[in-house]
């Protein structure tokens, strides 16, 4: 690796956190990334994440729930929550991070 071509900006995207907390849901998380694609894609932004307790069904806000319900699997591992990641309602963001 040549360290005159290794990141040679900071990493560059957007965080559902910034602007929706902990509430963003499936709808606003993709409206951001085609915003991102189309207006900021060309200037090196590149990456989109959904930020904390998309697990958690009835987020609404940037504060926690005491003792909520998350959605988890069999095994204990949270998952997304499907009222909010409809196309995660089998158990992963697969089709989310392909979109």
């Not at 900071?10 to 965080?15: D, I, L, Q, R, S």
């Not at 602007?19 to 998380?29: I, M, R, S």
């Not at 991102?36 to 090196?44: R, V």
């Not at 940037?62 to 319900?69: E, I, P, V």
Request: net charge negative; charged share 25%; proline share 6%.
């Amino acid at each position: 690796m040549n360290k005159n071509e290794f990141a040679l900006t900071p990493p560059m995207g957007w965080n559902s956190w910034d602007c929706y907390g902990a509430a963003v849901t499936e709808k606003e998380l993709l409206q951001n990334a085609d915003y991102m694609a189309k207006n900021l894609k060309e200037f090196g932004w590149e990456y989109i994440v959904c930020d904390i307790q998309w697990y958690e069904p009835l987020a609404d806000s940037s504060h926690y729930r005491k003792f909520a319900d998350l959605c988890m699997d069999e095994y204990g591992r949270v998952i997304p929550a499907p009222n909010r990641f409809p196309s995660a309602a089998e158990g992963g963001f697969r089709k989310i991070a392909d979109y």
